[in-house]
T-cell receptor, first 113, second 109 residues
Framework: QQQVKQSPQSLIVQKGGISIINCAYENTAFDYFPWYQQFPGKGPALLIAIRPDVSEKKEGRFTISFNKSAKQFSLHIMDSQPGDSATYFC????????????FGAGTRLTVKP | NAGVTQTPKFQVLKTGQSMTLQCAQDMNHNSMYWYRQDPGMGLRLIYYSASEGTTDKGEVPNGYNVSRLNKREFSLRLESAAPSQTSVYFCAGGLAVQYFGAGTRLSVL
C-alpha cells in the first residue's frame, strides 16, 4: 500500500494554463517532501522540495503548497509550457538524512501548444 | 563528470536466468539506492546502502540481492528472474537530493 497517494494519474493542460498535482500522506513522521520530474527515457531529477515549517515554496513557475494539518501537498506549475510535459513524482521521507524515501505513483503531464 | 551510470540500458531474460545490474557514481555519495518503476506504482525502493559495506532492505526486496562493492559501485542481482521482475530499474545516489541514473529496462519472458 503506497504511503504517498498522488493524483491525478494523468493531466492535460493547455499552454499558458496552470497544472496542479496533489499528494497526500498518512505517516506524520514524514517531514521532507520533494518533487521529481522525469522526461521519457531519463531518470527522475529533483525539481523542488519543501519541509513542513513553511506552507509554500516557490521556484520560478513551480510552487509547492503544503497543508500540514490535512497531510497534503501539491505542485502548481504556472504558465505551463510544452517543455514541462513529463511525469512528476511527489515523495516523502522522515528527514533530510533518511534513506527510505517513498514516492507517489506519478502524474503524466501533457501541455498542449 | 557522468553522475550515476547504469549498465546495461536494456536486457531481456528468460524466466530462471540470473543477471547483475551495475551502477557506478562519481559524485562521492555515501548513500546509494536501487528502485524499480512500474506503471501506476511509481518508484519503489528495493534496497539501499547508507555507506560502503552496509545494505538495507527497502519496500520490495524479495527476489533481489545487492552488493556495495566500494563507495562508487552498487550492484543489483536477480538470482532467478521471474516475469514479475519485468520493470525499469533505477540506481540513485545522494540523500536529501537523489541523483538518478538513466535506468535499465528489463524484460523477463
Amino acid at each position: 500500500q503506497q504511503q504517498v497517494k498522488q493524483s491525478p494519474q494523468s493531466l492535460i493542460v493547455q499552454k499558458g494554463g496552470i497544472s496542479i498535482i496533489n499528494c497526500a500522506y498518512e505517516n506524520t513522521a514524514f517531514d521532507y517532501f520533494p518533487w521529481y520530474q522525469q522526461f521519457p527515457g531519463k531518470g527522475p531529477a529533483l525539481l523542488i522540495a519543501i519541509r513542513p515549517d513553511v506552507s509554500e515554496k516557490k521556484e520560478g513557475r513551480f510552487t509547492i503548497s503544503f497543508n500540514k494539518s490535512a497531510k497534503q501537498f501539491s505542485l502548481h506549475i504556472m504558465d505551463s509550457q510544452p517543455g514541462d510535459s513529463a511525469t512528476y513524482f511527489c515523495a516523502a521521507s522522515k528527514g533530510l538524512n533518511n534513506n527510505d524515501m517513498r514516492f507517489g505513483a506519478g502524474t503524466r503531464l501533457t501541455v498542449k501548444p | 563528470n557522468a553522475g550515476v551510470t547504469q549498465t546495461p540500458k536494456f536486457q531481456v531474460l528468460k524466466t530462471g536466468q540470473s543477471m547483475t545490474l551495475q551502477c557506478a557514481q562519481d559524485m562521492n555519495h555515501n548513500s546509494m539506492y536501487w528502485y524499480r518503476q512500474d506503471p501506476g506504482m511509481g518508484l519503489r525502493l528495493i534496497y539501499y546502502s547508507a555507506s560502503e559495506g552496509t545494505t538495507d532492505k527497502g519496500e520490495v526486496p524479495n527476489g533481489y540481492n545487492v552488493s556495495r562493492l566500494n563507495k562508487r559501485e552498487f550492484s543489483l542481482r536477480l538470482e532467478s528472474a521471474a516475469p514479475s521482475q519485468t520493470s525499469v530499474y533505477f540506481c540513485a545516489g545522494g540523500l536529501a537530493v537523489q541523483y538518478f541514473g538513466a535506468g535499465t529496462r528489463l524484460s523477463v519472458l
